[in-house]
């Protein structure tokens, strides 16, 4: 079992979700913040291995010029649009 002082204002907040019946009870409320900072924590380890890909990538050479890069993402953005 955890124990944690949250403070009051997020006592309160805490509270005022499970009185307007948001959620069943704290604990539910504290769980499902502690699955939201799982998936914040894996989403940010992707974007570090992605970022990672990324440095090694430009220190091994593996680039693409800027206005290259600019003209693909106008030309996909163009014909995403409606009536293309």
Known sequence: MISADLG?????????????GR?????????EGVRLVQERERRLEAL???I???????????THAAED???ELKSRHINSLPGK
């Not at 959620?23 to 769980?31: A, H, I, P, T």
């Open 69 to 71: 890069v600019f003209n």
């Open 48 to 50: 570090d291995a992605s």
């Open 23 to 31: 959620y069943g009870s704290k604990s539910e409320v504290l769980r």
């Open 52 to 62: 990672s890909r990324g440095i090694s990538d430009a220190e091994a050479g593996r």
């Open 8 to 20: 009051k204002q997020l006592e309160n907040y805490i509270q005022n979700l499970v009185d307007n």
